[in-house]
Nanobody, 121 residues
């Protein structure tokens, strides 16, 4: 079992910036996909940003050009931490953000516990 530990969620003003991080506790694992999903109040969880083993990234339309996903990559896609840099925050970005690791080979999926981001003036 892999424990994912998220950090960085907080209250921010519109137009502000945040960096979220998510680390696999006490281990490094080879991953196919790393990602961030978010769930706004009374809405379904949705993909926000993902990064694949080859480095290809994908973003939800609502966050393109504002959010950047990145990872540390020790070698051969063995990784420990994924980041989400967010700029020009909007009130619509208020949500619980969950990180996601998909293990290479087995396809096992792991989720973080979620970190709250609130954008409010």
């Amino acid at each position: 079992q892999v424990q994912l530990e998220e950090a960085g969620g907080e209250v921010e003003h519109p137009g502000g910036s945040l960096i979220l991080s998510c680390a696999a506790a006490a281990t490094r694992i080879s991953t196919d996909v790393l990602g961030w999903y978010r769930q706004a109040p009374e809405k379904q969880r949705e993909m926000t940003a993902i990064i694949r083993s080859g480095g290809h990234t994908q973003y939800a339309d609502s966050v393109k050009s504002r959010f950047t996903i990145a990872r540390d990559n020790i070698r051969n896609n063995v990784t420990n931490t994924v980041y989400l840099q967010k700029i020009s925050l909007k009130s619509a970005d208020t949500a619980v953000f969950f990180c996601y690791f998909k293990v290479a080979g087995s396809g096992y999926e792991y989720w973080g516990q979620g970190t709250q981001v609130t954008v409010s003036s």
